[in-house]
Structure formats: C-alpha cells, structure tokens
C-alpha cells in the first residue's frame, strides 16, 4: 500500500498536486520571459523539486511522479543529444533499461535499517516504489523485445550513428553502470539481496547495456506478414537470449517472493508466468497450426496453465504462513 490511511492518500495526493502546479507556473512564467529555458529544462526543475519534496515531505506519489518525470528528461534529453548525428535509438532504449536496474537496485538500498513505527513504514512504501517501478519496466522491455515485433523493432532501432559517437550518452550510460554497481556493493555488503538476485541483476542489466552499442542489425527476414515474424539467424539467436533471460526473470521473481515472504512478488510473477506462456503461443505457433486446433489449444493450454499456476501460487503463499506461524 502506498498510503496508510485514505486521509493519508488525499495529503499526497494535495502535495503531488502542489508540484504539478509549480511545474505548470515555471512553463507560464518562462513563455512571459520570452522562453530563456528550453521545456526541457523546466521538466528538469521540476522533477528535481518534486524528489527533494518527496524525501522532505516523506510523499510516496512525489516519489514516483519524480523518478518516472526524471526519466522522461533523460530520454528527451538524450534524443536531443543525437538528434544531429542521428544516433541509433537503441542506445536510449538500453538507457531506459539501465535506469529501471537502477530502480530497483536503489529499491533494495532503501530497505536499509528502516527506523520503527510510522517512519518505519514510509521507508518500506519509499522501497517498494523504487521495485515495483524498476522491475515492471525491465520485465515489460524484456518482453517486448522477445516478441516477433521487438526484434523487428530493435532492428529498426540499430539504424542510425552508433552510441560511441554521442559522448553524452554514452557518459549517461556509464554513469548509470557505474550507478548500478555502487548500490549492488553496498546492498551486498549490507545482506540486502540474495546471491541469486545479485547474478540475476547484473546478468540483466549487462544484457540491456550491450544492445546499446548493437551495430545495423538483420533480424527478421522480409515480407514477414501477421502475428508472427520469420527471423534470420541471428534473429533467432536474439529471441533465444531474449525469452530465456525473461522467462529466467519470471521464475526467479516467483521464487524471490517465497524466499522475502512477498505475497505481491509471487502474484507478480505467476501473473507475469501466465501472459508470458500465453503470449508466446500466439507468437510461436500461430502461423504452424490449423486455426481450429490452434484455439482448441489454447483453451486448453491456458485452462491447464491457469489452474496449475494458482494452485503453485496458493500453496507457496500458505506455506509462507505456516512457517511465519511456526517461527512467531
């Protein structure tokens, strides 16, 4: 939850409001004075403001309105940046992936010692916003470029003049590995995630960063037509990587639920599970079988997947009770 109260709620939400006028004033006063800062700029300030106020204010809305704000920025920012050179937009697809690492990263650097009491529970919402937000936004890239249409996509997004040529942005980007591994050692150091997360996060984020400097790729082969796309060779070495890395992500949130006692981990995964192997059907096999036994399958793949899936879920979550239960 992300208010403790409904009275709790409507303060944030009073505050959030507050910053979205104080970024609405900064435009109108800019356009009076003749527009000396770029919109850009004043996205900047404001998202700027709304994290300090945030941190002050202990507002959790604040907090995700900011970071979410801040990315913009940078992508807009970064798309400026290359806008000259023409600079493959891959290399902005891997920065919003890095940032989403670092998200997360920094979620779990946020469950340091959280004081008791009402504070106590303000950081444990602080942390949680900084996970949810990190690893939907990886899961959801990851997705996307699994798929048939991402990898036609990201072949489309490799076009252009590479990252090494745009200092900007590959400073971004270094900033942000660099980012990424400081919190990684600290959270190590500080017993705040499992070895298995820690191999899972690098391997990801080592993942995101090297499509950054991608050169022109040929990944689905031409006249490609419906849900499915024909790839190359190197398109399927790509897609391999791609649902094996996502589908390793998926289990390891459902089994990262059970090891931290996270209900909504577990729910998030197994849900997560469920769109993954319904996806991948339609994106596998819908152009190899007949239409009729296509859908039959389906229906009965995911009647099967679903009742399997709640049944793991049910269990893994009792079983979480029962051995806090046993330990209280």
């Known amino acids: 939850m992300v208010?403790?109260?409904?009275?709790?709620a409507v303060s944030?939400?009073?505050f959030l409001l507050s910053f979205i006028f104080l970024g609405i004033t900064l435009m109108r006063l800019n356009q009076?004075?003749?527009?000396?800062?770029?919109?850009?700029?004043?996205?900047?300030?404001?998202?700027i403001a709304g994290l300090i106020g945030a941190y002050t204010l202990k507002n959790v809305?604040?907090?995700a309105v900011g970071l979410m704000s801040t990315s913009i920025w940078w992508v807009t920012q970064a798309a400026l940046w290359g806008d000259g050179v023409n600079l493959a937009p891959v290399a902005i697809v891997a920065?919003?992936?890095l940032i989403a690492t670092l998200f997360y990263t920094l979620g779990r650097l946020h469950e340091w010692s959280p004081p008791a009491g009402r504070h106590g529970?303000?950081?444990?919402?602080?942390?949680l916003t900084y996970l949810v937000l990190g690893l939907v936004s990886v899961t959801v890239?990851?997705?996307?470029?699994?798929?048939?249409?991402?990898?036609e996509g990201l072949e489309e997004l490799t076009r252009g003049t590479p990252v090494t040529d745009v200092w900007q942005v590959l400073l971004s980007l270094t900033i942000f590995v660099?980012?990424?591994?400081?919190?990684?050692?600290?959270t190590t150091m500080k017993r705040l995630i499992f070895p298995g997360e820690l191999a899972g996060v690098l391997i990801v984020a080592a993942l995101i960063g090297a499509i950054a400097f991608l050169p022109e790729q040929s990944l689905v082969k031409e006249h490609s037509y419906g849900l499915s796309r024909e790839l190359t060779s190197t398109g399927i070495i790509w897609a391999s990587i791609f649902n094996i890395a996502l589908l390793a992500e998926l289990v390891g949130i459902v089994f990262m639920g059970y090891a931290r006692r996270a209900t909504w981990l577990i729910n998030l995964g197994a849900f997560a599970l469920f769109i993954f192997i319904f996806v991948k059907y339609f994106d596998w096999f819908f152009s190899f079988l007949n239409k009729s036994v296509f859908f039959i399958g389906a229906g009965l793949l995911l009647f099967l997947l679903g009742w399997g899936m709640e049944r793991g879920r049910r269990r893994m979550i009792a079983r979480m009770h029962s051995e806090t239960v046993v330990q209280q």
């Open 12 to 14: 944030q939400a009073l």
């Open 141 to 151: 890239l990851l997705f996307i470029l699994s798929t048939g249409f991402g990898l």
């Open 95 to 97: 920065g919003i992936g």
């Open 178 to 186: 660099i980012a990424i591994i400081a919190v990684l050692v600290v």
């Open 61 to 63: 809305y604040l907090l």
């Open 3 to 8: 208010a403790s109260s409904r009275e709790d």
């Open 121 to 127: 529970q303000r950081a444990k919402r602080f942390a």
């Open 32 to 47: 009076e004075m003749n527009y000396p800062l770029e919109w850009q700029s004043i996205l900047l300030i404001s998202s």
